[in-house]
C-alpha cells in the first residue's frame, strides 16, 4: 500500500492533469492564445506540483480575482 506522501503526490498529478485538460479544452477553440495566458496555465500546473496543499479551486479562484 502506498505511503501517505506517496498519496499526495499521485492526487497532486491527478489535479494538474484535471487542469491541463480543462486548459487544453478552453484553448483548443481559439485561434489565438496569449502568452500570458499560457504561462498562467503553466504557473499553475507548477504551483499544484509542487505544493500539495493547494487545490484546483483555490487556484481558480485566485485567477478569477487577479483578472
Known amino acids: 500500500m502506498p505511503q501517505t506522501e506517496e498519496l499526495v ?23 489565438l492564445v496569449s502568452t500570458d495566458e499560457v504561462s498562467d496555465l503553466l504557473l499553475d500546473v507548477r504551483g499544484l506540483l509542487t505544493a500539495p496543499e493547494v487545490s484546483i479551486e483555490e487556484l481558480e479562484e485566485d485567477a478569477l480575482s487577479a483578472n
Do not use: F, K
Not at 497532486?12 to 485561434?31: C, N, S, T, W
Open 9 to 31: 503526490e499521485i492526487d497532486q498529478i491527478a489535479e494538474a492533469l484535471v487542469l491541463i485538460d480543462r486548459g487544453l479544452g478552453v484553448m483548443q477553440h481559439r485561434e
